[in-house]
């Protein structure tokens, strides 16, 4: 059973465009959410985090929303960038101090210039 | 945030044989965990690595297939141990980016095996 899941294994969107991606997650005790980009041959690189009690965090260019009552949070990318090009992962956890993360299948973007 | 390095970064290995992966951090760290991510896969999470104590392994995962040492706070390794084509994936170290509740995991490059 996947607790957390990236519906859309790719997307590809225009240079300056907004980038969407999203995850869903099952377990309604999930309190905290991390997404990561990762290049070929890298490890995963962390970009933003967000907890349960907010809805949004923004940081940059980078925005995640939480919506607790569907059990869906974004990451909104604006602009996009051809180096924005890799696979998004998104990640939660619900056990306290144990750092025990769940991570989706990850999203492969690709921005067009 | 703590810079992650892992050995090998990738390697070809036979049937049967083992592997060890080892994992070096540049400061000192109480948790280090180590996870899998088999082709087209998300990221699964073997085990936490403590130091003075027994790795804790998740569901699935058994220390005579993994064994992991943690000798001290910023070292670790891996070994996949009597290696089947079912354990060619990458291989990743990660550490904790803060103290307390919660937080980011900062990830090694990560360590690609191919088991023929």
């Known amino acids: 059973d996947q607790q957390v899941k990236q519906n859309s294994p790719s997307l590809s969107v225009q240079e300056g465009r907004i980038s969407i991606l999203n995850c869903d997650y099952t377990n309604s005790m999930f309190d905290y959410f991390l997404w990561y980009k990762k290049y070929p041959a890298e490890g995963p690189t962390f970009l933003i985090s967000i907890s349960s009690i907010k809805d949004k965090n923004e940081d940059g260019r980078f925005t995640v929303f939480l919506n607790k009552s569907a059990k869906h949070l974004s990451l909104h990318i604006v602009p996009s960038q051809p180096g924005d090009s890799a696979v998004y992962f998104c990640?939660?956890?619900?056990?306290?101090?144990?750092?025990?993360?769940?991570f989706g299948t990850g999203t492969r973007l690709k921005v067009l210039a | 945030s703590a810079v992650i390095s892992q050995k090998p970064s990738r390697d070809i290995c036979q049937r049967g044989t083992s592997l060890t992966i080892q994992c070096q951090v540049d400061?000192?760290?109480?948790?280090m965990f180590w996870y899998r991510q088999q082709p087209g896969q998300s990221l699964t999470l073997i085990a936490t690595a403590n130091q003075g104590s027994e790795a804790t392994y998740e569901s699935g995962f058994v220390i005579d297939k993994f064994p992991i040492s943690r000798p001290n706070l910023t070292f670790s390794t891996l070994t996949v141990s009597n290696m089947s084509p079912e354990d060619s994936s990458i291989y990743l170290c990660?550490?904790?980016?803060?103290?307390?509740?919660?937080?980011?995991?900062?990830f090694g490059e990560g360590s690609r095996l191919t088991v023929l």
């Open positions: 990660s550490v904790p980016g803060t103290s307390g509740y919660t937080g980011e995991l900062f």
């Open positions: 990640a939660a956890s619900g056990a306290s101090g144990t750092y025990k993360y769940i």
């Open positions: 400061s000192q760290v109480t948790m």
